[in-house]
């Protein structure tokens, strides 16, 4: 589903939603921060152990990309104006906008 990736690049609140490590319960314990990297805008959740996971920002209607690792990025849109972003045993929960009309009807 295609969102609007200035949207996630404009988060204003640095504290996300995440469940790490398959955790059920999703909590305010990760910090994400905007990272221009050359030509290239990420996102950097960085989690309460001092771990972290790198997203490239994408264009191309998928909205974010793992920058780091083979594991690929899952991205659900949530009902309350947020997508949910996975990636091995780690979801993150971060506001975003999706493009009106996506998606099959």
């Given at each position: ?18 469940a790490l490590a398959g955790e059920a319960e ?80």
């Amino acid at each position: 589903t295609p969102f609007d990736t200035a949207s996630v690049a404009d988060v204003e609140d640095p504290r996300v939603s995440c469940a790490l490590a398959g955790e059920a319960e999703f909590t305010e314990q990760c910090d994400v921060e905007r990272v221009q990297n050359g030509d290239r805008r990420e996102l950097v959740m960085r989690h309460p152990d001092g771990g972290f996971r790198r997203f490239e920002i994408v264009t191309d209607g998928r909205g974010l990309v793992a920058a780091d690792g083979s594991e690929e990025a899952v991205v659900t849109p949530l009902a309350d104006g947020r997508i949910q972003l996975s990636v091995g045993p780690d979801r993150y929960r971060i506001p975003a906008t999706i493009k009106p009309g996506a998606g099959g009807g």
